[in-house]
């Protein structure tokens, strides 16, 4: 790539504060940028830099008020992070696109692929498997039986989508991801060990879902379980089965979701949280980093803990939690006499 | 499928109320039931729903009195959840199964695979590699060097299993699972970096294991790491070198052990567990979902909290712990004179 | 391998003390050993074992003073456990090598690749792709667009690499890592859904780094995620976009770090740790497992917690955490007047 300021502030609907003609051909971050470098600055976390970046030109808020020189071009837009991110998405789509069908694949006779489709090397795809349009599927991707995709996914290396998964349009799917294995469903039996219980349900995943590297989701013993439009997840979640989560619920890394909960739409849950089965949790609700939620929340619930409960009280608790020795000391300067047995 | 209640009482040893010829095609969930559904009733919770289903048959205890009408048909037995688990068996085993070697492969002339196996394009299998009966070996499957696997196993899309792994009879493998990989093992040198200690154990899995999606079981550094018979494990666990787990032992999803720890027999271990290396925990032991065990546990514990203990005194503690700052704020009325340093 | 103990002795610097013809054939555990075992004694906990071993010749410390007979031939050295590791690492190599390129693989005729590598089959190398001299990519990896790896590499089964990643000298990745997979970036927009915010930087991977099975290595947004020389990483580890970790810093399993910290040398990380983004951890810091760090820490500090804070307060707070029930009762004898609202 390579534009000049001028360009690029017709193309973000920005003005131009500076040399229009200067020019950049690459981005960069603020802190890091170099000649012909374009930038940009949305938090004020980041102001100082702005004064002494390198970068050739900077996108930032048409609020910005400079209190010293700046030597970069500024072009001033509305959201300079979403000026920022259509540049990104532009440069991403400019990296060249694989086409086609390559070999060796195993496509079942019966499977049913859309136009423009790529399939990589080593893709394999089982009966009855219906593919949309411009779907892009990587090499080493296993597809079951029946499995049904819909237009303009990318589904990276490496993804198993076991039998009668059902997949939505502009999914992505990154590598090692596992849409479709058994539900963790065991029923003890009288010899003191367990019989399993098949899992003949499946996953729905529905338009606009995202799934991070490795993250695993089980299929339903009986029915769906059920990844609603635009639900972000991010790497090595574990989904179980007949698990339901809401619109626009978005997920951080190592988080899992035990089986049967329902989970509403637009939530926001933190990495390395658990929450057990069998419970509901409403729309709105925020959950803290590593909180363990073992009972159904209302809408708008912000909790924090393990198990968790308000965030709030959650902090002002963990604040006295840290006071304790110092305070227990206190109350047991003549132990003897003032502890309780 | 298709069955008349009459026919499903015979196969079930249960006994019809209602219309012993009506139909049905598909199981349901009695929440969700609708004409020529099979479905059942074993948790009492949902009992309000048998009175408004839509599903044709429903499968209850010979214990329950309706307290109202019931438009389904019903089949009494002894353990309704266990009936019904039958028929999912059932059902699930009419999905056609492949068979036979499918292309390409690669497979080491001095492999031996038993009878009726089924090999799946793109899967490795190495030297010296012993597969039993009607193995399931599915697609893109690697199997290294001196592997020994059992009869009747299903190992899914994408499995991995190092050299030298031993696999016994019925033992179910998820996609993405790692059976093998080195241990973390590193000893610290005199440059303030780690030398790698090899790792020359192997993993033993023995007889009706069943492993879930992406979860990691690390090679011994001598002798082996062991899952005795009838382990069940959830996905993304992670399993340490040397660690040795007892007979239908069971764990949540995202738990880990770390290296050399030896767990009992038919304990139960919540989700995002972590126990530390080196202890033993003895048998039928419950720890709760997101504890952390950090010492030996003695036969039939239950535990929480990290470091876990005592189950009730831990929830007891948390209660306390919730009130702390109402207690606190009690105490410190007057803060400078109650305050201790 | 066959030695004898003198040949031992003389290959690892040792004295013999006892039978210096007695031959060995395997490694073994001191509390397992057998005949024709070699064995070591180095943890002081397992010197009981050293006076009934089977075993036929233990290393030992030249400080070690036996006060009972043994039956054992012993060799002595400075340190046992090194010695032994080197021997380990001596039986790890005997292991059969594959070598050169297996079929079908798919290598794009730009890519290039070092003098004695092995390249297993259903591997995928894609444009541009540099590979080091004696690389070892086992079957089904896959390495994507503009990928340089360096000299001496093991990846295993299974590995995806996505396009631009950037690996150095003797690195080490297990079955299943994802290295480059797209950041969790998410801009929310008007429709209370999210835009996709495109990742364009890449990973870096420094010489002597080894990655644990299924750990997942996102790629920046911008510029570079980076592990630092001899960085080890366990199994199931998350790293987030932009996230940087110094040099011989080790983490333990199932942990995790958010987007945009910095991590630095020489750490040691306990196991299902999570960290926030976008914080500075110093040089030397341990973390206990399961804590929860929530701010930046200082060279040297010691945290445990969630959030996390300094590791001896926070066991001394957890002492009175567990006597918390017992206290309250104490001071709640007559609750109507002593406890506040």
């Known amino acids: 790539m390579q534009f000049t300021a001028a360009q690029l502030a017709e193309f973000l609907d920005g003005i131009v504060f500076g040399d229009e003609g200067v020019q950049v051909d690459h981005l960069c971050k603020i802190e890091e940028g170099g000649p012909r470098g374009l930038s940009f600055l949305a938090n004020p976390q980041y102001t100082p830099y702005i004064y002494r970046t390198q970068a050739s030109v900077v996108i930032v808020s048409k609020d910005f008020q400079p209190d010293q020189p700046i030597s970069a071009t500024l072009i001033a837009v509305d959201d300079p992070y979403q000026s920022f991110a259509r540049l990104l998405e532009h440069y991403d789509q400019t990296r060249p696109n694989r086409t086609g069908i390559e ?18 090397a080593f893709a394999y795809i089982g009966r009855n498997v219906q593919i949309g349009r411009n779907a892009r599927i990587h090499p080493q991707v296993f597809i079951g039986d029946n499995v049904r995709i819909g237009d303009e996914v990318q589904i990276y290396p490496g993804v198993r989508i076991y039998h009668d998964t059902v997949i939505g349009n502009h999914v992505t799917l990154h590598a090692g991801v596992v849409l479709g294995g058994d539900g963790f469903g065991f029923a003890p039996n009288q010899t003191d060990s367990y019989n399993k219980v098949a899992q003949i349900g499946n996953v729905v995943v529905e338009d606009g879902v995202e799934i991070g ?39 951080a890394a190592q988080s899992g979701v035990a089986g049967s909960t329902k989970i ?38 912000v909790v924090q803990g393990s198990p968790a409960f308000d965030f709030k009280a959650y902090q002002r608790a963990y604040v006295y939690f840290r006071k304790l020795p110092q305070w227990m000391r206190g109350f047991t300067a003549n132990p003897d006499t003032s502890t309780p047995k």
Chains 1, 2, 3 share one sequence.
């Open 103 to 120: 070999q060796p694949v195993s496509i079942d006779p019966s499977a049913s692929i859309g136009e423009d489709a790529y399939i990589g």
């Open 213 to 251: 590297a490795n993250s695993t989701i089980d299929r339903a013993t009986l029915g769906s379980t059920i990844l609603r439009k635009g639900v972000k997840l991010d790497n090595l979640i574990q989904i179980a089965h007949n698990v339901e989560i809401g619109e626009n619920t978005v997920m």
């Open 264 to 301: 509403g739409a637009n939530c926001m849950i933190g990495g390395q949280v658990g929450i057990v089965g069998h419970i509901t949790i409403g729309n709105r609700v925020r959950i803290a980093a590593q909180s363990g939620v073992g009972q159904s929340l209302p809408d708008g619930a």
